[in-house]
Structures are given as C-alpha cells and as structure tokens.
C-alpha cells in the first residue's frame, strides 16, 4: 500500500505529533511525506518527498494572527500550481494533519483523503465550543483542509472517532520536577508585551520562550530565550506551571506532566478557543485575553490553581491501526461511489 502522510508545518505540534505518527506508518505501507507552512520551529527528522510553502498564518505580536502578514506572504499562483502538481492519484491512502494542499490536490483528483488533527476534533458535534460563536473562524476551520474521514485528537476522549493527545516520547520519559518557576510560551505576543505584564507579578520566576527573539536576555525576574525545544521541554518539565496560548501541543504536554495550566486563546483563532472551552470544562484556568485587566487573575492562579488531572496512554499504534483497517474498506467504497457519478 503507497500512503501520503501530509503534515501542516505551522506551528511546532503538528510536527511533533508527525515524529511520533510517521514510525508506525511506514510500517504500514511505501510512505512518503509531505510538509507545507513556514512557522515551526522543529524539522522532521524523515525524508519529506514534498516540501511547499503552503498556506501559513503568521503569528502576530500583539496576540493573534498577523492577517496582513499573512496577506502579503500568501502566493495563491503557486499554491494553485503546488495543488495541480502533486501526483495525488498514485496513493492508496492519503492522511493529512490540517494540510491543505494534499487535501485539495485529492478533491480535484476526486480520491478520499483522511484527516487526523485536533482542528477536526474541535469540529466535533461532541466538542465543547466558545460562548461567542466566530462564524468566519469556523467557516475558514471547516473549509481550509476538508476532509472525507475524520479522526480527531483532543483533550478528551469524545468518541470512536476521536483520541486522546499523542505525546511524544521524549516527554513520557521525563520525571517531573518542581524548581518553582514558571514557563511561557505566548508566540502570539512580542517580548515587550509579556514584560510589560510579567514584571508586575514579581514574586515568581518567568522563563519565557520568544518567537520574536533571537539572543537570550533577563529582566527583573523574566528570563527571555529563543525557542529552543530540548531547552523549552526542560524549563517545562521543571516548572511550577505553565503559561501558554491555546494550541494542541503544548497545552497537552502540560497536563501529562501534571502541570498547573493557563491558557490565552489566540484572538481571531477559532480551534485556540474550541480548545480553551474543553479544558475550562476540565477546569483549567482560561483568560480571554492578556492585558492589565489581567494580572490579578493572573496572581490568583500562580497563588491558588491546582492541577488537572489526565491519564493519557500511548496510544499512537492504536490510532494507526484504527485508520488502516477502517479505511481499507471506506476508501473502496468511496471510489466505487464516484465512479457511478
């Protein structure tokens, strides 16, 4: 069986859920790897057979996308001709983790393309959803990599259908320890923003990840480094609690870690707030957003907030599993279905 695995590359979760996923693939079949986007900051260590620009959001500074960024850098000639390209037809199984081009490359070609990502998980009937609904967010969510099958991956286990988080092995083999500081990764925030709040919260230690830094400097009692994962996954590991914005990966990993939690979903970023909304359910700490307004919360939870407890199992074989017995026989049917079109 010839698999297509295809990877969104913004943001470091899907990439380090592909390390985890792309072992138990290549059992499976003749794998190759396709990778879009420009905003993580992990390489796969794999092959990757195709590797396109794609269609990336660019993290802002003031804690949401930066749509004008994202404007200017979106070359729609080329994704067109990326989508036509893309030899999608000689695949028996097409995987793709929020991914659009082989998504649209397999609709154009009228093949059946499966999805695997918590963004199709947040979609679910089950999933808890924000108060204030984003109608242009989850239109873009729904449309932006449809799929014909859908296997989520969320903080909860909803159904058959959708899994708990895939942690990857380097954290399941850590033993946790508490120095007593605190980890922030807020990519969606310049540094001066977070000193600006940070600072007034003086009584702890701030070990802070900048996306938006390139050199490692301190003030007061924040510390600043560039995104570095070994470093990152140390200063996490270690930590009293962990301040973050709402993606997948991070927010997962702090919880089998058994770390405190809070989030800031990402303004504008509907699957940041889907997400917020399940783990307020779990009765993690969610703020809607980081201002001045903020830091008495902010001091409450450093003070007072108890951890969530989670059981998540290795369970990467299983979901893999599930895909490939599942789809042998969906998949047959979806290509019996459109040849009667």
């Keep these: ?11 470091n979760g899907h990439i380090t859920r592909a390390i985890e996923i792309i072992p138990y693939l290549q059992k499976k079949g003749d794998l190759d790897i396709l990778v879009s986007g420009i905003q993580s900051d992990i390489e796969l260590p794999f092959e990757v057979k195709y590797k396109f620009k794609g269609l990336s959001f660019i993290f802002g500074k003031k804690g949401g996308i930066n749509f004008w960024e994202t404007f200017l850098k979106l070359n729609s000639r ?17 995987i793709s983790d929020f991914e659009p081009i082989s998504v649209w490359a397999a609709i154009k070609a009228k093949k ?5 990502s918590n963004q199709v998980a947040t979609l679910h009937h089950l999933a808890p959803k924000p108060e204030n609904d984003d109608v242009l967010g989850r239109l873009i969510l729904q449309n932006y990599a449809p799929t014909n099958y859908n296997y989520g991956l969320h903080f909860k286990s909803l159904d058959s259908t959708v899994f708990t988080p895939i942690i990857r092995k380097e954290v399941r083999a850590i033993t946790p320890t508490n120095n007593g500081h605190y980890t922030v990764y807020l990519p969606s925030f310049d540094d001066i923003q977070i000193i600006k709040r940070l600072k007034k919260i003086d009584h702890v230690e701030w070990q802070v990840f900048s996306k938006h830094s390139t050199k490692k400097y301190k003030v007061h009692n924040i510390s600043i480094n560039p995104i570095n994962s070994d470093l990152f996954l140390k200063s996490m590991a270690s930590a009293e609690g962990i301040l973050t914005n709402a993606g997948f990966g991070t927010t997962s990993e702090a919880l089998f870690l058994k770390k405190k939690l809070l989030v800031i979903p990402m303004k504008k970023q509907y699957e940041q707030h889907c997400n917020a909304a399940m783990l307020e359910e779990m009765g993690v700490t969610v703020l809607k957003k980081f201002s001045k307004k903020m830091i008495e919360p902010i001091v409450e939870w450093v003070n007072n907030s ?3 407890e989670v059981d998540y199992k290795d369970n990467v074989k299983d979901i893999i599993d599930t895909i490939i017995k599942n789809h042998k026989v969906l998949i047959d049917e979806f290509q019996i279905d459109n040849s009667l079109k």
């Design 78 to 94: 080329k994704l067109l001709k990326d989508i036509k390209a893309l030899n999608i037809k000689e695949y028996d199984l097409i």
């Design 1 to 11: 069986m010839k698999i297509l695995y295809a990877v969104q590359g913004t943001g």
């Design 112 to 116: 059946a393309c499966v999805g695997l």
């Design 306 to 308: 108890s951890v969530v």
